[in-house]
């Protein structure tokens, strides 16, 4: 009876001190109560090494989930399950990343020749069967300045790119070519992009004819006709350009060219592609892969 009566008075002095306590660090008492009262864990040296094995992965790879993670570690030799990783993912901040807004760079108010989506009917095996192009922008301190690339669909592997501050034919022709230079192809490759202006020019074109690489273009207003080529340029944006500050051309084309072809290409995993990097995936095939 004496606790009983000790408990009933001492409960409404620890409301009235959770109340005082919300109120100054501006939370709710049953807030501050739920955090008092949460499970705690054990922190075991084990405990220690495997969040700094995930650490080291997040610090890497910026926008990585816990998928990917437990992927690389397993890759790394770390045996440990999606749950754990998650858990402290969480218990160390590691799950946040701020998205902006992804700008669409097309001009398809012209006159030019329009040619149908033949890639959404394509049934990929190999590389070098599609190919997917797209373009976006990257804004410096006080210009934007562009970005073209050329993507093998089947690999996910970023195979020509140019960067430059006009946003003419010139710039998609760039990374054309090094596409063109970089690989060996079989008749049928295709070659898909948006209905934009560049795309649709006379002169990038007629490359792609002289070639013989049959053109594809997204219908209107379909933005997943491109899907492939734009979640590249989602990844770069993320992964890459939103955790930099830039300020010249010269300090961005050195920036990418290591995203692109020291991590992209052979660094980063991709579910598609059963969480290989593109270069270890095309290694993996009979078929020769470069020129």
Request: contains cysteine.
């Given at each position: 009876?004496?606790l009983?009566?000790?408990?009933?008075?001492?409960?409404?002095?620890?409301?009235?001190?959770?109340k005082?306590?919300?109120?100054?660090?501006?939370?709710?008492?049953?807030?501050i109560?739920?955090r008092?009262?949460?499970?705690?864990?054990?922190t075991?040296?084990?405990?220690l090494?495997?969040?700094?094995?995930?650490?080291?992965?997040?610090?890497?790879?910026?926008?990585?989930?816990?998928?990917?993670?437990?992927?690389?570690?397993?890759?790394?030799?770390?045996n440990?399950?999606?749950?754990?990783?998650?858990?402290?993912?969480?218990?160390d901040?590691?799950?946040?990343l701020?998205?902006?807004?992804?700008v669409?760079?097309?001009?398809?108010?012209?006159?030019?020749?329009?040619?149908?989506?033949?890639?959404?009917?394509?049934?990929?095996?190999?590389?070098?069967?599609?190919?997917?192009?797209?373009?976006?922008?990257?804004?410096?301190?006080r210009?934007?300045?562009?970005?073209?690339?050329?993507?093998?669909?089947?690999?996910?592997?970023?195979?020509?790119?140019?960067?430059?501050r006009?946003?003419d034919?010139?710039?998609?022709?760039?990374?054309?070519?090094l596409?063109?230079?970089?690989?060996?192809?079989?008749?049928?490759?295709?070659?898909?992009?948006?209905?934009?202006?560049?795309?649709?020019?006379?002169?990038?074109?007629?490359?792609l004819?002289?070639?013989?690489?049959?053109?594809?273009?997204?219908?209107?207003?379909?933005?997943?006709?491109?899907a492939?080529?734009?979640?590249?340029?989602?990844?770069?944006?993320?992964?890459?350009?939103?955790?930099?500050?830039?300020?010249?051309?010269?300090?961005?084309?050195?920036?990418?060219?290591?995203?692109?072809?020291?991590?992209?290409?052979?660094?980063?995993?991709?579910?598609?592609?059963?969480?290989?990097?593109?270069?270890?995936?095309e290694?993996?095939?009979?078929?020769?892969?470069?020129?």
């Amino acid at each position: 009876m004496e606790l009983l009566t000790k408990e009933i008075v001492e409960r409404p002095a620890a409301e009235r001190a959770l109340k005082s306590l919300g109120e100054v660090v501006g939370l709710s008492r049953s807030t501050i109560s739920r955090r008092l009262h949460a499970p705690t864990y054990a922190t075991t040296s084990n405990e220690l090494e495997l969040r700094a094995h995930i650490q080291s992965v997040a610090l890497e790879m910026r926008s990585y989930g816990y998928r990917p993670i437990t992927k690389e570690l397993h890759r790394r030799g770390v045996n440990i399950n999606h749950k754990l990783v998650l858990r402290l993912m969480r218990t160390d901040n590691l799950l946040c990343l701020r998205r902006r807004a992804f700008v669409n760079t097309t001009d398809s108010n012209h006159k030019l020749t329009i040619y149908p989506n033949l890639a959404r009917d394509l049934l990929l095996s190999n590389i070098n069967q599609l190919w997917v192009a797209d373009i976006t922008y990257i804004r410096l301190r006080r210009e934007f300045i562009y970005l073209a690339v050329v993507l093998d669909a089947y690999s996910r592997c970023c195979i020509g790119w140019a960067l430059a501050r006009y946003l003419d034919v010139r710039l998609p022709l760039a990374a054309l070519q090094l596409a063109l230079q970089s690989r060996s192809w079989q008749p049928g490759l295709m070659h898909h992009s948006d209905r934009g202006v560049q795309y649709a020019s006379l002169e990038y074109v007629a490359v792609l004819q002289q070639n013989n690489i049959q053109i594809s273009m997204s219908r209107p207003g379909n933005p997943y006709d491109n899907a492939k080529a734009e979640r590249f340029m989602r990844t770069l944006k993320y992964e890459e350009v939103y955790m930099n500050d830039y300020d010249t051309l010269a300090e961005v084309r050195t920036s990418i060219q290591h995203f692109i072809e020291a991590v992209y290409n052979r660094k980063r995993l991709h579910s598609a592609i059963g969480y290989l990097p593109p270069a270890e995936f095309e290694a993996s095939l009979s078929t020769p892969l470069w020129s």
